[in-house]
């Protein structure tokens, strides 16, 4: 992968929930919990490597959604990358894999303003982003997607999107 230049896409997220032991036969529990630390181990193993991250989830199946970003933490405390590498493997490198880091995946000019606006300094508490009540607002394409404190008003940002 790191030859090919090619990218992990890891759903660490999903390793954090384990099976319930009271709904399911030991044998299939162990083998989750062994599965899950098996995954975690090797997605360590592949940064290590050098192999290039990009931030994915399976948000939704066995955790809610909305909580897609608690995966930027993992990122850092399972793989071992920095908050900032964290950040970049949701963001552009994530664009850059799908192929449309031409459009969204840094705030650059002619690019949309896809952001979002938190309470926290996710370099220093990466682990509060992944948080839904420290999300205060999300941008999409310029305009507001969510605001839940309140700091938009009308629902454009004309000072990124003229």
């Known amino acids: 992968m790191v030859e090919r230049g090619q990218y992990l896409v890891p759903t660490l997220l999903e390793t954090t929930q384990d099976l319930d032991p009271a709904r399911t036969s030991p044998s299939a529990y162990e ?7 098996t995954a975690q181990e090797s997605v360590a193993r592949s940064v290590a490597a050098g192999v ?10 066995a955790v809610g959604h ?20 964290a950040i970049v493997a949701g963001t552009g490198d994530a664009a850059r894999l799908c192929g449309v880091d031409e459009v969204t995946g840094t705030l650059e000019a002619g690019k949309a303003a896809d952001l979002v606006v938190t309470d926290v300094d996710p370099l220093t508490d990466i682990a509060s982003l992944g948080e ?5 607002a999300v941008v999409k394409e310029g305009r507001i997607a969510v605001d ?15």
């Open 31 to 37: 083998k989750g919990v062994r599965w899950h630390r």
């Open 52 to 61: 290039r991250i990009a931030m994915g989830t399976d948000s939704g199946l």
């Open 66 to 85: 909305g909580h897609n970003l608690k995966e930027l933490a993992l990122l850092v405390d399972i793989a071992g990358l920095t908050p900032m590498e």
């Open 132 to 136: 839904p009540d420290h999300v205060l």
């Open 148 to 162: 839940r404190a309140g700091l938009f008003g009308a629902g454009t940002l004309p000072a990124l999107c003229p």
